[in-house]
C-alpha cells in the first residue's frame, strides 16, 4: 500500500496567518490527491482534488500544489471558521490511503 | 440536494455480525462508484471498501478482507456493508462516501462498538 505522511501534526496559527501542510508519499501518485477538511463531529468535506483543482463553493484562499510524492495544501488568510483538521488522500491505486491528519489550532 | 444517510450501527460482540445501510438521494445513484470509509475514535481515516457504479469491480482494505461484504442495490438506491466476525479494532464511525476517485459526497456517519 501508499503510505501517506503528513506534516506537521498540528500547527498553531492565527487569524490572518498563511499555513502550509506537506502531504508525502511513499511512492509516486501523479497528481491524484485530494485534501479534506474535517469539524469535530463532521463529516470530511473536500477542498482540492487532483493535487490543485479546486472544489467548487471552496474559498480560494485554499489552494493546493505538487506532483509526484510531494504535495502541500495552503491556507492564505487564515480565518476562523479554519480551525479543523486536514488530510490528504492518495487515489493512484488502490486501496485509497489517507494521511495521519493536521490539526489546525488557534494560537 | 446530494444526502448519504446511514443507519445499522450499534454495539455488537467480538465475533458478532452488523450490516450498514446506506441511502442515497438527490443524484443518479446507479451512476456513481460508492465506498465506505471508517474512522475509530480520536483516530484518522481509513477507507474501508469500494464498489463501482455497475457492482462489478469491488475493493476492500487488508484490514477487512474475507470479514466484511460491500453491495448496492439501485432499485433502492442503497448501498451496504456486512460484517462479520467483528473485532474490537473495527470500533469506528463508518461514512457512506461517493466518487470514483476521491470524495465528493459523505454521509454523517454511523457509529459501529465491538465490545464485550
Known amino acids: 500500500d501508499i503510505q501517506m505522511t503528513q506534516s506537521p501534526s498540528t500547527l498553531s496559527a492565527s487569524v490572518g496567518d498563511r499555513v502550509t501542510i506537506t502531504c508525502r508519499a511513499s511512492?509516486?501518485?501523479?497528481?491524484?490527491l485530494a485534501w479534506y477538511q474535517q469539524k469535530p463531529g463532521k463529516a470530511p468535506k473536500l477542498l482540492i482534488y487532483k493535487a490543485s483543482s479546486l472544489e467548487s463553493g471552496v474559498p480560494s484562499r485554499f489552494s493546493g500544489s505538487g506532483s509526484g510524492t510531494e504535495f502541500t495544501l495552503t491556507i492564505s488568510n487564515l480565518q476562523p471558521d479554519d480551525f479543523a483538521t486536514y488530510y490528504c488522500q492518495q487515489y493512484n491505486s488502490y486501496s485509497w490511503t489517507f494521511g495521519q491528519g493536521t490539526k489546525v489550532e488557534i494560537k | 440536494e446530494v444526502q448519504l444517510v446511514e443507519s445499522g450501527g450499534n454495539l455488537v460482540q467480538p465475533g458478532g455480525s452488523l450490516r450498514l445501510s446506506c441511502a442515497a438521494s438527490g443524484f443518479t445513484f446507479s451512476s456513481y462508484s460508492m465506498s465506505w470509509v471508517r474512522q475509530a475514535p480520536g483516530k484518522g481515516l481509513e477507507w474501508v471498501s469500494y464498489i463501482s457504479s455497475s457492482g462489478s469491480t469491488i475493493h476492500y482494505a487488508d484490514s477487512v478482507k474475507g470479514r466484511f461484504t460491500i453491495s448496492r442495490d439501485k432499485a433502492k438506491n442503497s448501498l451496504y456493508l456486512q460484517m462479520n466476525s467483528l473485532r474490537a479494532e473495527d470500533t469506528a464511525v463508518y461514512y457512506c462516501?461517493?466518487?470514483?476517485?476521491?470524495?465528493?459526497?459523505w454521509g454523517q456517519g454511523t457509529l459501529v462498538t465491538v465490545s464485550s
Open positions: 462516501a461517493s466518487g470514483y476517485s476521491y470524495i465528493d459526497y
Open positions: 511512492q509516486t501518485i501523479s497528481s491524484w
